[in-house]
């Protein structure tokens, strides 16, 4: 596509997910605009994440809405900076206020995105928000059906999966630092979930299904997670065999922890961010489902496999169940064995 946009500032999503299921967009938007300079404006997190697609964004800018940069004034200040950068394309992924306020600030010429009754006075050309559909498809096609609507890139012929390209190096020393003397195979387990406790299946039915694991396979399980996360992964780990796992919660960057993933046999975990990780790098792998909206953000892989039961309430989207949290509940540790133990088919 011929444009004379030679720079473009990218408002990328704010949750380790979302910015995976946003690849296929910046992938679109790279092969539209090869020759222009393409910058990631994001949390300063998102940089250890978008270094796995390292041929899709030239650079990242910080912005940290959360602290330097929070509030209105911290808004203007970063919008003011981002003005001496005269980007000429403005691509606001996000679906609230702050990414397409700072954008006008920054006096970008030309600004898309979504629009939402938060954005859509600071937009030249927009996705009205109420157009998505609510469910049926993958939330990958909502970034892409934005740029084609806009008229940044050509419309897909068809969906495009996530994904993240291993990096032989990342591995061999995440694996040094974290795995030596662990016997293989490799499961890693992310029983968390930065959602909320709603997306979580029971540590009960964890540490049957690692027990097993180990039992049938020989191998051991890899706890991931953040410190918030501990007390979950501390209470799956007392079941098992030291000798047969490594707790790993909170001791790991989320580069090292997308290199564990990278590294692995199998893979499991509720509905989560690294779920989304797991799949993007085509690791075999079992998610568990309550919720949220299995049709628009499964692990989009060949090698995923879902366990979900659906219940009147879901999904719900809730960040903490208000009642019995019966669509984890239902979820036996027999049916996610039973998956887990079918990725050896894969």
């Not at 270094?51 to 970063?78: E, V």
């Not at 600030?105 to 600004?111: E, T, Y």
């Amino acid at each position: 596509m011929t444009s004379t946009y030679r720079k473009i500032a990218v408002r990328v999503p704010n949750w380790i997910g979302d910015v995976i299921m946003a690849l296929p967009a910046l992938e679109q938007l790279r092969a539209a605009y090869p020759d222009a300079e393409i910058c990631a404006v994001a949390r300063p997190w998102v940089k250890d994440l978008l270094a796995w697609r390292n041929d899709l964004i030239d650079r990242c800018i910080d912005f940290d809405d959360k602290g330097t940069h929070r509030g209105l004034t911290g808004l203007w200040r970063f919008g003011r900076a981002l003005a001496a950068e005269r980007f000429d394309l403005g691509v606001v992924l996000t679906k609230h206020f702050k990414g397409a306020f700072v954008f006008t600030v920054a006096r970008i010429p030309r600004r898309i995105g979504f629009a939402t009754p938060e954005t859509r006075y600071f937009l030249h050309h927009a996705l009205p928000r109420k157009k998505l559909p609510k469910s049926g498809r993958h939330q990958s096609c909502d970034y892409t059906d934005m740029l084609a609507t806009t008229g940044l890139t050509q419309a897909a012929t068809t969906t495009m999966a996530p994904r993240l390209h291993r990096d032989e190096a990342r591995l061999k020393e995440a694996e040094t630092a974290f795995l030596v003397d662990l016997p293989k195979p490799w499961l890693m387990v992310h029983a968390g979930a930065a959602f909320g406790t709603a997306k979580r299946w029971g540590v009960e039915g964890y540490r049957d299904v690692c027990l097993d694991f180990i039992k049938r396979s020989g191998g051991s399980v890899v706890l991931l997670g953040v410190k918030a996360e501990a007390e979950v992964n501390d209470n799956i780990a007392t079941a098992l065999d030291p000798a047969h796992h490594r707790n790993l919660c909170g001791a790991t960057s989320l580069s090292q922890s997308l290199a564990l993933i990278a590294a692995a046999d199998r893979f499991l975990s509720n509905d989560s961010g690294l779920m989304h990780a797991a799949a993007a790098f085509a690791v075999p792998q079992v998610a568990i489902f309550g919720p949220t909206d299995i049709e628009a953000t499964f692990p989009f892989s060949d090698k995923a496999r879902t366990v979900y039961h659906k219940v009147d309430c879901s999904p719900c989207f809730q960040r903490h169940c208000p009642i019995g949290h019966d669509c984890m509940k239902a979820v036996s540790s027999q049916a996610v064995g039973k998956a887990l133990a079918g990725l050896d088919e894969v």
